[in-house]
C-alpha cells in the first residue's frame, strides 16, 4: 500500500541474474511507452534493492486463465462476458502494433498473462520479452521464446517473429474462451493435445459445436457461433 491508501502490485525477480535483469529493464521501458486502458499501467520502479522491483496497479481478479478454468464462476459462463474480455484484449494488441509511439510485440500473449479488474476488465501484462520494433521492420529475428500451445508454427520454425505472431497467440486465447479447454491437454494425445490443432481438425470435420463450452452453445445463435469460430480459425 501506498502512503496515499491505493493498492499496488509489485514485481519481483526470484533470482539475480543478467537475463532477469534484462528482462526487468525491457519490461520498464515499454511500459513507460505505453497508455492503454487494457495494459497493466506501470506507476514506478525501485532500485535500491538488491533485486528489482516494478511497481503496477493492482489487478485484483486474478488471470483470465484462472477465470476460464473456474467453474464455480458464473460470470465465466456468460458468452457475452466472454467476447467482451477477446475485444478489450484485441484492442490492446491493435495498439501495441499500430497505435503506440513505437510498434510494440508482446511475444507472449496467453491467458495467464492477460489479468482481471474488479470490473472484470481485461488487462494484458508481462511485457519482459516484448520488443519495439522499428517502423521500417516487418518481423524480429530471435531465439524462439514463449509458451507453448501459443507459439506461432512459423515463427518457430523460421525464428522470425512477425505482429502475426501475436494474433496467432490471441486465436488461442480466443478458442480458451470459446471451448474452455486448456491450450495443451493433458487427456488428449498425439497432434490433438494441442487445442489449435484440435479445433482445427474439429472445424474440418464440421463437429465445431462438439468441442465448444456447452453454456457458449446455449446462449450463442449457430451463426453467432460459427463467425466466432471462423475468427479464431
Known sequence: MLTDGRIVAIKKSKVVSESQLKQFINEVVILSQVNHRNVVRLLGCCLETEVPLLVSEFISNG????????????????????????????????????????????????????????????????????????IDETHLTTLVKGTFGYLDPEYFQSSQFTEKSDVYSFGVVLLELLTREKPISLTRFGDNRSLATHFVVAMEEGRILSILDEMNVKEGSMSELLSIANLAL
Open 63 to 134: 488471470t483470465l486463465y484462472e477465470f476460464i478454468q473456474d467453474e464455480t464462476n458464473e460470470f465465466a459462463t456468460s458468452l457475452k462476458m466472454r467476447l467482451q474480455i477477446a475485444r478489450e484484449v484485441a484492442g490492446a494488441l491493435s495498439y501495441l502494433h499500430s497505435s503506440s509511439s513505437i510498434p510494440i510485440y508482446h511475444r507472449d500473449i496467453k491467458t495467464t498473462n492477460i489479468l482481471l479488474d474488479e470490473k472484470y476488465k481485461a488487462k494484458i501484462s508481462d511485457f519482459g520479452t516484448s520488443r519495439f520494433v522499428s
